[in-house]
């Protein structure tokens, strides 16, 4: 019996526990999932330092400009006492002594006398204030943005732990598949290596390896059972006719059926099975469309649960257009997002990559739908 479409995106996004950690270095962690929890290193910021340009000052005014300081230079050797100043650049470590930065818009200067009002804000970023040396900064489970990346920047690491990223082989089968060029009377072309790379990339994974093969089934099994990658992806091969070998050489490697079919259209005949040694394996329809839908549902989520990224999230909006959802079927179809609905993209079909190549996202449109009222929004 097929899966319903939602238990099965459940089923892969909750089928296997991230992978082992790994130690990247910070520039190669953005995209990943922190494995550990990173603490600050030192104190942020480590000492007083000027939170604007202007100058470094004690007491009220008129001060007299003693010297300057830059960022990134040596500090002031003295302390600034009452009547003086010391002119000082953004990020600069502040005197001794001083009470405020008065910015440079807020002075008035004449040779080395400088004047101005002290204002409310001293302008001085205290040593600490941030982070304390030893304070966590980002727990283990985050994923690093590029925010996170700058902050672990700041902390001072150069080093940190990860989720390793799955490794994906593809295989895609087929007497009638060619690589290369336009196809031939009964020949089609690989369209799944070229989408494989944004689709496994996107879900934290890796495409190890890419295959065109016949539909053999000892080839099959071979390429099925080398263990230099933890997700095998099979375009093809997954349905009931006489090439679709891919359910009995699964059978006799041993493998064991998580999700067999699941109840959406299109791409109904998926596939979600563990291998032995803790590998997996995700069948796709061989139509373009149909197998797009079954990397979506099943494909992507197991991989964003191998690398410890959070599942997908949806957006929940009107959908407008035409589209039939049939009784106990989830449709999932190509859409346009317009503000804050959806438009439903004509001419969608499984062997057509058209409509997709046209979307921003697919609608999930479920049993009971009707056009114009609300649905979740999986965007590519």
């Known amino acids: 019996m097929a899966t319903p479409w939602r238990e099965a995106v459940a089923l892969a996004a909750g089928a296997a526990t991230p992978l082992p950690p790994e130690d990247v270095p910070l520039a190669e962690a953005p995209g990943r999932v922190l494995a550990a929890a990173v603490a600050a290193l030192t104190d942020l910021p480590g000492s007083d330092t000027a939170a604007m340009d202007g100058y ?13 300081v830059l960022a990134g230079g040596p500090p002031w050797g003295a302390t600034v006492g009452p009547g003086s100043a010391v002119e000082i650049m953004t990020g600069a470590v502040v005197p001794a002594g001083t009470v405020a930065v008065v910015p440079y818009e807020h002075t008035t200067r004449t040779h080395a006398v400088v004047s101005g009002p002290l204002g409310d804000r001293a302008h001085i970023r205290r040593a600490g204030e941030d982070a304390r040396a030893g304070d966590e900064m980002v727990p283990a489970g985050r994923p690093v943005t590029a925010a996170v990346a700058g902050l672990l920047a700041q902390a001072g690491a150069d080093v940190v732990r990860v989720h390793a990223r799955p490794r994906v082989r593809l295989l895609v089968t087929g007497d009638e598949v060619i690589a290369a060029g336009a196809p031939a009377a009964g020949q089609v072309r690989d369209v799944f290596g ?11 994974g890796v495409l190890h390896d890419h295959r065109l093969l016949p539909d053999d089934p000892g080839v099959l099994a071979a390429a099925l059972l080398a263990a230099d990658a933890e997700v095998v992806a099979v375009s093809g091969s997954s349905s009931a006719g006489r090439a679709d070998h891919l359910r009995a050489v699964l059978a006799a490697a041993g493998g064991r059926p998580v999700v067999d079919q699941v109840a959406c259209r299109p791409g109904h005949p998926q596939l979600l099975a563990s291998l032995p040694g803790g590998r997996w394996l995700v069948g796709l329809p061989g139509n373009p469309f149909a197998g797009l839908v079954a990397a979506v549902t099943l494909l992507q989520p ?21 589209a039939r959802p049939a009784p106990g079927i989830t449709r999932l179809t190509p859409v346009t997002l317009d503000g804050d609905r959806a438009v439903v993209v004509s001419g969608a079909r499984p062997a057509s990559l058209a409509g997709a190549a046209q979307a921003d996202a697919l609608a999930v449109l479920e049993d009971g739908w009707s056009p114009g009222g609300p649905a979740d929004i999986l965007p590519w």
């Open 302 to 322: 197991l991989l964003r649960g191998l690398a410890g990224l959070p599942a997908a999230r949806f957006r929940r909006m009107p959908v407008h257009g035409d």
């Open 194 to 204: 070229p989408m494989a790379p944004a689709l496994v990339t996107a879900a934290g």
């Open 56 to 68: 470094a000052v004690s007491g009220p005014g008129p001060w007299t400009v003693a010297g300057q």
